[in-house]
């Protein structure tokens, strides 16, 4: 017999109520089950981030929570970034600093950037940014495009 | 890399999470921050039959300073330490910054560390350097294991199946302590990590200890005692060689035990220095 | 006239990305998809006594297990048709026999990934272990026997065997023995392979989406294996979250996918797990180069000797063979140096690990350290100064086209201009001063060079040299405008990340005189696009980018002549420019292009008969490849207590001819470097004694992440290739291609006061303290 729940969450503000079996990874549960596929999968042990989202504001590792746990939570997601077809500015200095390759791991740097960025006042260094998107992994990029788009974030955020 | 099946149950309070674990048996297992053991699932290397879902008991996140020194709540996260200023305690914002990544800070849980019994995790050295108490409540009621005894093995601890942490006990501040530690990569496990406390005079060291991870199945405390020995350098580095002397690390393919040796050595001058400036 | 190549246009991919909206393999499965989870071998060497998926069977969710006799006992057999090379069976699931951990067994089909997993669990097989072949040295034994029946060296190649090399040796003022080595990685692209298989009625096919580069040749491996027709298969690669080559060979779980989907009449998708990426799917590089080389008393090399062998695991890949490495780096090792007389011997050796194939840079990060380090003993024992001895050394202007020892004719490039712009740059920069600084602080800090070329874009003139049974070169594109004006391309290039869909669409746009946003490139699809080679060895823009320009050009051919009729001028005085056909020095004359699609397509009988019936081209390219050149400087410091290795400062002055687009290009180099980085000091896939993987975690295996990868700062120079249409070279392998041999000779200069002498990659923190 399955371990099944009926849980509720709200992704990207859209309140869905669905059945999960309990050992269902939230990155499945988004992705599968709800159709929000652009949230990740890359290595489902934590380490390479492509499946971070937005847990009642918190960065996580959808790999490392399970579905059930949602319960009642918050998520955001890659496909909440937008303003309908507008990119955030997030988005668009991503595309400008070619912080993008294959794009696999892009949702998940995006929601890293997205939290990170949100808890900022000034303009961080380029090594602070770099410990903190040390967090994801990315093989196409050497990473430059990423760090140069965060921090042009930051700057044009602090004004 | 998908998890075997369990049922999910969750708790409300303390008393609910001992009652339930009671419940569910041997092979239950509680669920706090899961950034081990969700990894370790997926991998099916962890498969308990029932997990109790503690995050969301209230009441039981919180950093509280008082004469006796510090209480942490289990289920404090560690990007709430690593962001709090915590008079006397500055070493333990300090460290969370070498806990994995960001993220991984947002959700993982200072009793969860403490309860995964990991030898390299900043929590149980720094536990074990500071002589911290751990708060177990279980059926038989409430109990406090000094951290000293608390890791026993190989992500073994002292905590029965059917108990929980509820809170670490701080006992005294510790102005003068310091955690360092090195892996190739940033955010990954210590190959080694060396903590150090000392009390000080301008030019003396009154009192010391060192402990550390990596080098053994649980923390591993140095036998060095620097009282009345210049604070110096060149004392830092000859702890470093008397602490490398002592232990007897793991190899694996991270590092070999004599590099660990030379890690060790390394490492612990490098955190006694930190810990006295 | 605006000319779009040259232009740093931002991608055209990026925006569905942003949203989340690209569309990958694993994200395609329906409610009804069922889900395919595969039993691997847990042993290196073992027989199968007997299999039992009756309990699997039984498992909630679990619909069937298949077995490789169950399927046919499919198998794929790439061949080199010489001598010296052994074919060998790679089966698609193992019959009796596995040869190395994570080979593929039986496949477990259930309702979700979950169940899958459970199923996998829940399959008994009976195992006999046998003795494990686990290195280079171990494989050389005589009785060491991976494939029963045939020789443990599957391919052992003979080439350029200078008979005076004996007495330059003996004769030559300096003689340099040494052997370098380079530790098996895996490509670890962040996406893994992937594959979604259905049967379609209304064709008559088996649609395969797959995470691949090379969609033909994944076709074309189907239907071998399955013994049917290449019609009854499609094979489309939707978007690819990375390759770097670990998806230019036909995947047995591909062959699988499509032969559970026909028998099943279900849609069934596999997405590999991280552990089954590191440890069954493919890898590469694990190399080791015995060399004796000559120099005179000015430096100048006058003979080199090479024994190279390659660990090329269980099996030989399917298209490629596992004659790629050794093949390529016998052929290639001298570069970019004159060496006057050589002999390479090249092997693979056959042992109970994953299959290696083509990994970003195949061979020639292993031969570039080889000549760069090489270069540097030489003009230490010599005294000359390292800068100094490859200028002695190199292929200089003037000297182009250049034909070596090794037959290969180097087309232009600018090797010495490079190397020039390389040490001016980091000198202003103040790097000597920054080594000095770091040592200073009491670390140990060096700054290390290398100089290459790589060939890129091999057309079957290079590649039939080889003699693969299937011999890929060609690309082939078509170019149709539409009644609109706007431009379908398709090709037979894969791009998975390279913004091909972006830097064809300003080649063809400059061809047609339109917008590169009016043109859409259509690729991946095997019933959509002509038969073609896909994305790998640094190939589309030059081949396929140079099939779709000589397309775009035929069709802007037939617009001049449809605009000349329409505006009664010569058909030489038109220009297309603007989206407009304008006449030569007559300004206020035009008509926009759209209007003469529109007419060629709806009133064509307004046109004479050879403008009329659309407007399309379809034309092929076939270059013999061409030489992109660079020279890579890095500053490391290495800390003496730790032994940790930093490279803080990286810089890249490279030659790809013509550029078609900045941004792309810089990105490329730059993940290029990174993986370089990567595989100098931080990536080696392990195994224990037994042949367990113990590097099959992304926590074991050390991808880098930000803060190992120092920011690079990119020069380029365009000296433009008369073998490329758009005059462009390849560059997609440069960067890996360079960077260790650079990061392994700035560890030696920073070491070199302390005797000691590194010649392998990856350099670990251990290393230094030992």
């Known amino acids: 017999m399955k371990d099944i729940h009926l849980i509720a969450l709200t992704v990207n503000g859209t309140e869905h109520e669905i059945v999960v079996e309990s050992r269902r990874t939230l990155a499945d549960v988004l992705r599968h089950d709800l159709g929000y596929t652009g949230t990740h999968v890359g290595c489902e042990h934590g380490i390479c981030g492509a499946c971070t989202v937005l847990l009642d504001g918190q960065p996580v590792r959808a790999c490392l929570i399970f579905g059930v746990q949602a319960d009642g939570c918050e998520v955001r997601t890659v496909e909440g970034l937008a303003d309908g077809d507008e990119l955030s500015d997030l988005q668009k200095a991503f595309s400008r600093c070619h912080g993008l390759q294959c794009g696999f791991c892009t949702p998940g740097f995006l929601m890293l950037a997205e939290a990170y960025l949100s808890e900022q006042d000034g303009v961080p260094d380029e090594s602070e940014v770099r410990e903190v998107m040390a967090a994801n992994l990315c093989r196409c990029t050497g990473y430059q495009g990423i760090v140069d788009a965060v921090r042009q974030v930051a700057e044009e955020r602090a004004g | ?277 | 006239m605006t000319a779009w190549v040259g232009a740093r246009v931002p991608r055209k991919e990026d925006r569905r990305m942003l949203l989340g909206r690209g569309r990958f393999v694993a994200d395609m499965a329906r409610a009804d998809t069922l889900h395919a989870g595969f039993v691997r071998s847990p042993y290196a060497s073992a027989t199968i006594k007997s299999i039992d998926v009756s309990a699997a069977k039984r498992v909630d969710g679990v619909l069937d297990v298949l077995t490789g006799a169950d399927l046919g006992d499919p198998f794929l057999r790439a061949v080199l048709e010489r001598d010296e090379f052994t074919p060998t069976e790679m089966p698609m699931l193992s019959g009796d026999r596995v040869r190395f951990v994570g080979e593929p067994v039986a496949v477990v089909i259930a309702e979700d990934a979950y169940a899958a997993e459970d199923g996998v669990e829940a399959v008994e097989v009976e195992w006999a272990t046998g003795p494990v072949v686990l290195d280079i040295a171990a494989a050389l034994a005589a009785d060491a026997e991976v494939h029963s029946g045939t020789r443990n060296c599957l391919v052992d190649l003979v080439l350029f065997d200078d008979p005076g090399l004996d007495a330059i040796f003996a004769d030559a003022r300096l003689t340099i023995e040494a052997t370098f080595t380079s530790a098996r990685v895996s490509a670890q692209p962040m996406e893994g392979r992937a594959t979604m298989a259905e049967w379609d009625d209304r064709d008559s096919q088996v649609v395969v989406h797959t995470s691949t580069q090379v969609p033909h040749q994944c076709r074309s491996g189907i239907a071998q294996a399955l013994g049917i027709p290449e019609r009854s298969v499609r094979v489309i690669a939707p978007d690819v979250g990375g390759g770097f080559g670990q998806k230019c060979v036909v995947s047995r779980e591909e062959v699988v996918l499509a032969a559970a989907a026909m028998r099943l009449r279900r849609p069934v998708i596999w997405v590999e797990d991280r552990q089954e990426n590191l440890t069954a799917s493919v890898h590469g590089h694990e190399q080791r180069y015995d060399v004796t080389a000559a120099f005179d008393a000015d430096g100048r090399i006058l003979g080199l000797a090479a024994d190279i062998t390659c660990d090329i695991g269980a099996y030989s890949v399917f298209p490629f063979t596992c004659a790629v490495e050794p093949l390529m780096a016998a052929t290639e090792l001298p570069g970019i140096y004159k060496v006057p007389a050589y002999r390479a011997r090249g092997r693979g050796l056959a042992t109970n690990k994953a299959p290696t194939a083509p990994y970003r840079g195949v061979s020639r990060p292993q031969i570039v350290l080889v000549m760069e380090r090489l270069m540097e003993k030489a003009a230490a024992r010599l005294g000359v100064d390292p800068i100094e001895i490859r200028r002695r050394n190199m292929i200089l202007p003037g000297e182009f086209p250049y034909t070596g020892v090794n037959t290969i004719t180097y087309d232009e490039g600018s090797y010495l201009e490079s190397l020039d712009l390389t040490e001016k740059k980091i000198t202003e920069a103040g790097w000597y001063t920054e080594r000095d600084r770091l040592r200073e602080q009491g670390l140990l800090a060096g700054i290390g060079f290398s100089c290459f070329s790589e060939r890129t874009a091999y057309g079957t003139p290079t590649m039939s040299q080889r003699r693969m049974r299937m011999t890929p070169g060609y690309d082939t594109a078509h170019v149709r405008m539409d009644p609109s004006g706007e431009v379908v391309v398709t090709t037979g290039t894969c791009g998975h990340g390279q913004g091909h869909e972006t830097t064809f669409a300003q080649i063809v746009a400059d061809q047609l005189g339109i917008h590169p946003d009016q043109v859409r490139l259509r690729q991946g699809d095997t019933d959509l696009t002509s038969y073609g080679w896909g994305t790998f060895g640094s190939r589309s823009i030059v081949i396929g980018g140079g099939a779709a320009r000589k397309a775009a050009d035929a069709v802007a051919g037939r617009l001049r002549k449809v605009a000349a009729h329409l505006l009664e001028v010569g058909e030489d005085d038109v220009e297309l420019a603007d989206g407009r056909a304008g006449v030569r020095g007559v300004p206020d004359v035009s008509l926009p292009i759209a209007e003469l699609a529109r007419v060629v397509h709806f009133q064509t009988h307004r046109l004479p008969e050879e403008c009329r019936y659309g407007l399309e081209a379809r034309e092929s390219a076939d270059p013999p490849g061409t030489f992109s050149n660079a020279c890579h400087a890095t500053l490391v410091s290495v800390d003496p207590e730790t032994g940790d290795i930093r490279a803080r400062k990286f810089l890249v002055v490279e030659d790809c001819g013509v550029i078609i687009n900045p941004l792309v290009v810089d990105g490329q180099v730059r993940g290029g470097v990174a993986q370089g980085i990567a595989a100098a000091l931080y990536e080696r896939i392990t195994f224990d004694q037994e042949g367990q993987p113990t590097s099959a975690t992304l926590m074991d295996y050390l991808v880098p992440t930000a803060t190992e990868i120092c920011p690079i700062e990119i020069h380029h120079l365009e000296t433009p290739s008369p073998f490329s249409e758009n005059g462009s070279k390849g560059m997609g392998e440069g960067g890996t291609i360079g960077a260790p041999a650079a990061v392994l000779n700035a560890i030696n200069d920073a070491l070199a006061h302390r005797g000691v002498e590194f010649d392998h990659i990856p350099v670990m923190p251990e290393d230094v303290l030992s």
Not at chain 2, 23 to 30: F, P, R, S, T
Not at chain 2, 83 to 95: C, H, Q, R, Y
Not at chain 2, 137 to 163: N, S
Not at chain 2, 249 to 256: A, I, N, Q, T, V
């Open chain 2, 1 to 277: 890399m998908k998890p075997a099946a369990f049922t999910y149950h969750r708790a409300y309070d303390v008393n609910d999470t001992i009652a339930q674990l009671a419940e569910l048996g041997q092979d239950a297992k509680i669920l706090a921050g899961g950034q081990s053991l969700v990894a370790m699932m997926n991998f099916r290397l962890a498969r308990p039959s029932a997990l109790v879902d503690i995050t969301r008991i209230a009441g039981l996140d919180y950093l509280e300073r008082d004469a006796q020194g510090l209480r942490v709540g289990a289920l404090t996260r560690h990007r709430t330490v690593e962001t709090a200023k915590i008079d006397g305690f500055g070493v333990l914002s300090k460290a969370a910054r070498w806990i994995g990544h960001y993220p991984i800070r947002c959700r993982g849980t200072f009793g969860g560390s403490i309860a995964h019994g990991d030898s390299t995790a900043e929590w149980c050295v720094l536990a074990v350097l500071l002589e911290a108490r751990i708060v177990l409540q279980g059926p038989r009621g409430r109990r406090e294991v000094p951290a000293t005894e608390f890791f026993q093995g190989f992500f073994m601890t002292a905590a029965q199946p059917d108990e929980m942490i509820v809170e670490v006990r701080f006992p005294k501040p510790a102005p003068h302590a310091a955690l360092t530690e090195y892996s190739q990569r940033q955010g990954d496990f210590a190959i080694v990590a060396a903590s150090a406390r000392l009390d000080l005079t301008e030019d003396e060291v009154l009192t010391s200890r060192v402990v550390l991870g990596g080098v053994g199945q649980q923390p591993v405390v140095v036998d060095a005692d620097l009282a009345g020995q210049p604070a110096n350098e060149e004392t830092w580095r000859a702890a470093g060689e008397v602490a490398a002397a002592q232990v007897d690390p793991p190899s694996d393919g991270h590092g070999s035990s004599a590099y660990r040796k030379k890690l060790t050595a390394a490492l612990v001058a490098r955190a006694l220095a930190e810990a006295a400036a």
